[in-house]
C-alpha cells in the first residue's frame, strides 16, 4: 500500500531571534537576526523581505533597521566570555533540535509504515492459521523494528547520516514484510514465505544495530554524545525564576518571595568641611564683645542649625564705638539677615542667653546658611579636626512592606523630638526610617480603641541628620501621606503609638495605604567597619549621585574586599627642606595617581594640590607614593609627630579577607517578599549600600524579555509549564541579557 503527501513549501524566513554574532559591514542582514556591536545587541527590524547590508547600528539607541535589545556596557572578560558560551551553546542547542525533530519525523513514519505492515500481516493471518501464527511472528519482529528504531533515535540524535541509514534499512524491512503479507493471503507456503522474509527483517534490524553500535565507536558520534551531554545540562537548567537587579534601590516593588542573590554591602565615608564663615564662637558670654572685620555694605546673617531660635540680637560696632547696627533674630525662627552701614569692627552679643550659641552662626553673605565655629579658617585642621564616619558594623534588614516595628518604649516629646519614656506596654515608637526621597503613608485601623491615649499618637519629622524638624498629631487613624504636610528638609519620621493599635498600624513606601500586613523581618549584623573615599571617577559603587573607591563584601564569594585603608598618620616620616616644607613618608600599598586623581581623607586637613602652598593632604604624583602633608602654621618635624592624625587612602591591590561560615550561611539566607520589600544597610555611623538580585514573578520576567523584543504576544501564558520552558529557553533566551535566569 502506498500513500502520497502532497504539500508545498514556503520560505517564512526567521520567525525568532536568529543570532548572528558580531556586526559586519560587509553581511547583509534581515528582519530578527540578532547581532552584537560594541558591547551591546541589537535586532534587525528591517521590512519583511528585504535585507541590508552596511548600515550598522547606532550604540545604546534603536533606528529604522535596529532594536536595542541590551544597552552596551563595561562588562568583564569573564561576562564576555559567558556570554559568547551561550550564544555558541544557544546555538549548537538550536542546531542539534532541528537535526533532533527531523530524524523523529522520519522515525515516525518508519514507524507507521512498520505498523500498517503489521496490519496487513495480522489480516493476512485471518485466512490460514499457519500463514497467521508465521504473520504474528513477523509482526513481533516488525516491533522489535520500531525498538530499534527508538534506540537508534537516541543513540544518533545529531547525526543525520545515521538516521538515513536507518531509514533506508527500515524501508527495506517494511517492503520485505509487505511482500510477506501478500504471499500469506494466498497460501500457507506463501505465508512461510513471509515469515522467511520477516526473518530475514530481522537480521537486516540486527544488521542496523550493529552498524549503529559500530559507527558510536568513531568520532562523529563522540561529539554527537557530548552535545547530547550538553544539550541535558541546559534542560537542567531550565528556567524557573526570572531575577533582576535591584541597581541599589532599597524599596522594590516587583518582588517575588525567594532569595536573593549576588549580593554586594558597601561602605561610605563622609566627613564634613567647612569653609570657616562662622564668626561668633559658642563660648562667647553675653554682652561681651568679639573682634570681626566687616566692611561698610556688606550682608550679614544670623541662621541656626534647624532649631528655632529664642529670640535677641547682635550689635555691630565701628572702630571706635561711636556707630552701631542692630541684627535681630525673632523668637521661633531660623535665620535672620541684614545689610551694615557701617565699617564693622566689633560685634556684641545681645541674643537670648539660654540659647545654644553652637547652633547659631553669624555669618557674611546674602544667602543665611548654618555652619559650626571652626575658628574663621577652612575646617577640617588641626585646631579644629572633623571626624570620619564610616559604616561600623553593618546591620542587614529585609522587611517587607510594613514598616511598623515598636522597639523602643515611649512617645514622641512635641518640644524637641526626644523620646519621653513609658513603659513599652502602653506606648512604644519606632527608630528611625528613611524616606530616600519618597513619600511614606502612615495608617492606624483601630483608632478608636486608643482614644485614651491618643495623645501618644505622632508621627515625628526629622532632617538628614536626624535633628527633629516637628510633629504631627493625627487626630484620626485616617491615612497620612508624610509628603501632603510639606515639610521642607524631612529625611526621616519616627512614629509613636498607644498599645491599643500596636497590631493594627502600617507605615509604608508610597502614597497610598494597601492592604495590611504584619511586620516581618530578616537582619544579620556585620562586625566590620566598611570605609571608602569619594572620588569623582573611577569609583566602583555610585551612591546618591556621588562615585566612591569603597570596601565592600561580596556574599557570593563570602569575601571582604578591602579597596582603602585607614591608619594612623606615621610618626616616622620627615621634613622636606624646602622653603615651604612638608611632612612627607612613603605608602608602599598606596595607588599611584596623577595629580589630579589625588584624593586622601584625614581628620585635620582638607585635601588639596601638592602645588600649593596652603593646608593640604595628598599622594606625590611622582611615582614615589609618597604621602605630603602640609599645615599652616606647621614648620617642624616635632609639631608633625605630635599631630594625632588618621589618614584614609586607595590601596594599589585590594585585600581579601574571608566571611566567617555563620555568616555567609545568614547572608545567603535572606529573602525577599511578595510584593513588596524593603532592604536597609544601617550602621553604628553611616548607612550603607547594597546592590544584588532578587526574584521577580514568571509573568514579570516575561513581560521584560517581550519588551526587550517588541514582541506583543499573549498566548505563552496559556502555554502548559513544560511547553512555556521551552519557549522562553529557545526562542527568548538571546534577549535575556539584564535578567539572571535560574
Known sequence: MESTN?????????????????????????????????????????????????????????????????????????????HTEVIEKAKQVETSRAAVELCKQEVESAQADVEQMRQDTQQSAQSANDANTEAQQAAQQAEASRSAAQTSEQNAVASRNLANTYKTNAETAKSAAETAAQNASESKTAAETAAQNAAQSKADIESIKAGIEEAAKGENVLQIQKNMSDIGQLKESKITKFYASNQGETHITDSDSGKIQDMMIYGKSEQKQYKGINLLPPDTKPKEYVEVSIPEGSSVFLATDGTLSTGGSLKFFNEDKTKSIWLGIDSGTTSAKQSLTINAKYVQNLINASFDLSKICLGVGSEPIYEPYTGGIPSPSPDYPQEIKSVVNPKVKVCGKNLWNPILKGYINNTNGSITATPKASVAVTDFIKKSGKDITVIARNFSSAMEDSYAYRIGLYDVRKKWIKNIIPSNGNKCSVNTFNVIGTEYIRVSAPSGIYDTIQIEKGSEATSYEPYTDQSVQLPYTLNAIPVSSGGNVTIDGQQYVSDYIDVERGKVVRCVKREPLSKNGRLSSNSSPFYTYNLPSAKPKTITEVFVLCNLAQFNSITTSNSQIGISSDGSNSLRMRLDGYATLEQYTRLSAEIIYELATPIEEDLTSEQIQSLQALKTKHPVTNIFITSDQLDGCTTFNYPISMANGWNYVKKQLSDNRDYIYDMDIQSAEAYVNSEYAVALTELEVM
Open 6 to 82: 502532497n504539500y508545498m513549501e514556503t520560505d517564512l524566513g526567521n520567525v525568532s531571534p536568529n543570532p548572528k554574532g558580531t556586526y559586519d559591514n560587509a553581511t547583509a542582514y534581515e528582519y530578527l537576526d540578532l547581532v552584537e556591536y560594541q558591547g551591546g545587541s541589537y535586532l534587525c527590524i528591517a521590512a519583511l523581505g528585504t535585507k541590508i547590508t552596511g548600515t550598522a547600528p547606532t550604540p545604546g539607541k534603536n533606528t529604522d533597521v535596529w532594536q536595542t535589545v541590551a544597552l552596551p556596557g563595561n562588562a568583564t572578560k569573564e561576562y564576555l566570555d559567558k
